[in-house]
């Protein structure tokens, strides 16, 4: 099913892209942390909001526009170079499980400290975070911050971990999968069209110029 690509969100004027809207939210929700987690929190916001318009279409819409908010995805205009970096690196990428876009809940968290070990829970949210890390299938522990009896519902990602394990060496597809599960499919949302096939070529017809000349404008173009 399609998606859109405009959304409106509250206190916004008109309609923004999506991924704009998604690099805000990486800026909002965790724009200090590590790369590797700013990637896994773009998809995390992608996968989150698009999850709940499945779930509801008229979210998104002028008459119905994103909540800006703890209780939906905090978002903030102007995001930061490395939010839209972030961003960028992983456009249209999402979470599924069994092909079907999964909640993708995120909270804080718990503080980890450098031994990894988890700590102070200033906002009182490690009670959502879930540990799949290696588990398939119905080993993976579903988030009591959503209905727990969804098939979608694959656990709830820390951003403090998140944090942790991309200063530790883990990229975004690892760190995703340590809080929702080994299974977790990471992809784009559509897959690209295979391209059409080339038309046989006419017997005795000379092949055009065109793409040799278009190649070489190219290559000179790159030498300066």
């Known amino acids: 099913m399609s998606f859109p690509l405009l959304v409106y969100v509250e206190s916004v004027a008109g309609p923004i892209a999506l991924e704009s809207y998604v690099a805000g939210v990486v800026a909002a929700e965790n724009g200090a942390a590590a790369h590797a987690a700013r990637q896994a929190q773009a998809v995390a916001a992608r996968t989150y909001v698009l999850r709940a318009i499945l779930d509801d279409r008229a979210l998104g819409t002028a008459q119905k526009p994103i909540r800006n908010s703890e209780r939906f995805q905090v978002y903030k205009p102007n995001p930061s170079a490395r939010a839209l970096m972030a961003t960028a690196e992983t456009t249209g990428v999402v979470c599924r499980y069994k092909g079907e876009l999964i909640l993708c809940n995120y909270v804080a968290g718990a503080e980890w400290n450098a031994g990894g070990k988890r700590g102070e829970d200033p906002t009182n949210t490690e009670k959502w975070v879930t540990y799949n890390d290696g588990k398939t299938g119905a080993a993976v522990k579903p988030s ?37 599960g080994a299974d977790l499919e990471i992809g784009p949302l559509v897959a690209p069209s295979p391209p059409p096939p080339s038309p046989e070529p006419t017997p005795g017809a000379e092949p055009s110029p065109l793409p040799i000349l278009a190649a070489l404008a190219a290559l000179a173009l790159e030498g300066g």
């Open 144 to 180: 009591p911050i959503s209905n727990t009896t969804r098939p979608d519902n694959r656990g709830c990602m820390s951003q403090n971990g998140a944090d942790w394990l991309a200063r530790n060496g883990r990229n975004y597809l690892d760190i995703l999968r340590y809080f929702y």
